[in-house]
């Protein structure tokens, strides 16, 4: 059989049925040599299952005490995997090289042998790469929960990461070692730690590749632990940090500049023979550049560069984006007049989302 057959595959399982033992009949048919199941904590209820999945050959079972969540299942399988998988043959020129990392599967049966397979040539092709296998969320079998839930995310995925993922919340990945060892460290027990995944592939500059896969939905999806109101909540309030920095920057402009409006709004019109729009508008966004900047760079996107280096690129920016509000706010007050912030708003809004884009590619991405 091909070396690829020699990659693990890890599957976490909380209170499973015979879908489980299923799988791991089909797994241990199809020749796939390893296979490391993790029991979340299910209790004696569930014992026997996890004794007959011990019985296969090719399979161990690690176990946690009590329910830890998706999360910390998989980092349990990573590091034991890392510390017991070392060299295996290569059919490919005779010699031997390191398993290339692991597979991660779900144990409800929405995963076929053929598909976990086509992920373990895919990460053995492609060593250093992240490999998603892609459900078709248009197949009329998707339930209509898991289908919006996952559009949506994609879309967040798109604007907020620059990440074009057609399945954010698939269970079927195959990861590289050198990413699991990274992946030990990710914040996220529960299911929000797959989203924490895809979004550390941005932070590292780890490659994604797709692999199509069957489109499986078993009674609808109804012994999937996955809770569409609680995990959705996990894992959008990753998302929590961008829009609470760039929001609370905006509150501090936004009251800065109606003070220095207030202050600057001389019979003259302003100080200094300039009008005092662009005044206030400039010495807000000073203060509340530095504010956000910080921000950013500590929490939101966890530079990696020179803070100098960082700080010299979000000036550029700002000063930028400080001159379109500037003179579009003094433009449309002088055509349309009315009260100086509820100009301001609108226009600061629309430049919201073009710096932010800037700020993600040019001034916090990693090169």
Request: aromatic share 12%; glycine share 6%.
């Amino acid at each position: 059989m091909p070396s690829y057959y020699e990659i693990p595959v890890i599957i976490p399982s909380y209170e499973p049925d015979e879908k489980l033992i299923t799988l791991l009949a089909a797994l241990q048919e199809a020749g796939i040599r390893h296979v490391v199941v993790v029991d979340d904590g299910s209790g004696e209820r569930y014992a026997s299952f996890f004794a007959r999945a011990a019985a296969f050959t090719n399979c161990e079972v690690l176990h946690h005490a009590v329910n830890l969540g998706k999360g910390r299942a998989l980092k349990t399988a990573f590091n034991h995997c890392l510390l017991t998988y070392g060299r295996v043959p290569d059919s490919r020129d005779g010699g031997s090289q390191a398993v290339p990392g692991c597979v991660t599967a779900d144990s409800d049966g929405q995963h076929t042998p053929g598909d976990i397979l086509a992920c373990m040539k895919k990460l053995w092709d492609n060593p250093e790469s992240l490999i998603l296998g892609c459900r078709d969320f248009d197949a009329p079998e998707v339930p209509a929960r898991s289908s919006f839930g996952n559009k949506c995310t994609r879309r967040v995925f798109r604007y907020l990461l620059g990440l074009s993922v057609s399945d954010t919340q698939t269970g079927l990945r195959a990861i590289p070692s050198s990413f699991m060892e990274k992946l030990l460290e990710v914040r996220g027990e529960r299911f929000e730690y797959e989203t924490n995944m895809l979004i550390e592939t941005k932070n590292l500059n780890i490659e994604i590749a797709e692999v199509p896969v069957e489109t499986i939905y078993i009674e609808e999806n109804r012994t999937s632990h996955f809770n569409p109101i609680r995990d959705s909540l996990r894992i959008y309030l990753v998302f929590g940090k961008f829009l609470f920095s760039s929001l609370s920057s905006s509150v501090v402009d936004l009251l800065l500049f109606h003070l220095f409006c207030t202050l600057l709004h001389t019979p003259e019109g302003g100080l200094w023979g300039m009008p005092y729009i662009i005044l206030s508008t400039v010495f807000a966004r000073v203060i509340s550049a530095v504010y956000n900047f910080l921000i950013n760079y500590k929490v939101v996107f966890k530079s990696r560069e020179r803070m100098a280096v960082t700080a010299a690129k979000y000036f550029v920016l700002a000063v930028c984006q400080m001159m379109c509000s500037a003179l579009l706010v003094n433009g449309l007050y002088g055509l349309f007049g009315g009260v100086e912030v509820a100009v301001k708003m609108p226009v600061d809004v629309f430049l919201f989302f073009v710096s932010f884009l800037f700020q993600r590619e040019f001034v916090y991405r990693k090169r």
